[in-house]
């Protein structure tokens, strides 16, 4: 495989290798437990989507559920609050969570090779107008669009600012001088209400109010790796500050 891979790269292709997605362990619709991969399961593909408490396309359970329910059909819903629906066993088709998604490929709209979508780092909505190989970008002069989404493109903040001025002077004093240089930055933030519940309020009374107002922030650091920013950190935080009433204010 080596040996076609080189080959591959000497024409002008990205890898002369097949990429694939493993299957992603399954939720049983009893929600106790997980379909691992390559594990047995019951799907019922649901052909009316507008029914009352059936609106999903599809419904799977566990071989250990499906088999555990003596009886000749399933009790189906998507809120178990309200009444379930009777399906049939023998509406139920068998399966094995063993479906591979094949890599996304993208053509190259001036040679018409074709890449691996995970090789060259190609994203639609980065490049609308479709993708240009090296190749072609250097054998033809063509000046491709600039990445817009580039981590250090994006909208700073003075928490982003703040945050990734300590990080950097932290890694330049106590580690390795040569260590990429971490960016940070606050990807989304929204005002949000946490809702009280009406037997909590109930319990504690009036001195409960209806909600308590926070913003919700997603805050993520990026390092440069051979020219392409990773993920290396996420956090998703809420804040609750001096407008919540107590006991969340601040």
Not at 154 to 179: G, H, I, Q, S, Y
Request: charged share 30%.
């Amino acid at each position: 495989m080596e040996r076609v891979d080189s080959i591959m790269k000497d024409y002008g292709y990205c890898c002369g290798y097949q990429y694939a997605f493993l299957p992603p362990a399954m939720l049983c619709h009893t929600n106790d437990c997980r379909i691992p991969r390559d594990g047995d399961y019951f799907v019922y593909n649901n052909p009316d989507t507008s029914r009352n408490n059936l609106s999903s396309d599809k419904y799977t359970f566990c071989k250990k559920c499906f088999d555990s329910m003596k009886s000749d059909y399933m009790a189906v819903g998507d809120d178990p609050a309200q009444t379930l629906v009777k399906l049939l066993k023998e509406e139920f088709r068998r399966a094995k969570n063993d479906h591979q998604e094949q890599e996304a490929m993208v053509d190259c709209v001036v040679c018409l090779r074709r890449f691996h979508n995970i090789c060259v780092l190609y994203h639609e909505h980065i490049w609308p107008e479709g993708y240009v190989c090296k190749q072609c970008v250097n054998q033809y002069n063509i000046k491709r669009k600039d990445n817009r989404y580039l981590a250090h493109k994006l909208t700073m903040t003075d928490l982003a600012n703040t945050l990734e001025k300590r990080v950097n002077t932290f890694l330049r004093k106590e580690c390795d001088p040569d260590t990429g240089r971490v960016t940070i930055r606050v990807l989304a933030a929204s005002d949000r209400v946490c809702e009280v519940k009406p037997r909590f309020k109930k319990h504690f009374g009036a001195q409960i109010p209806d909600g308590y107002p926070y913003r919700t922030k997603a805050i993520f650091a990026f390092q440069e790796i051979e020219g392409v920013d990773v993920v290396l950190f996420g956090m998703h935080v809420q804040e609750y500050d001096s407008r919540c009433p107590g006991p969340n204010s601040k």
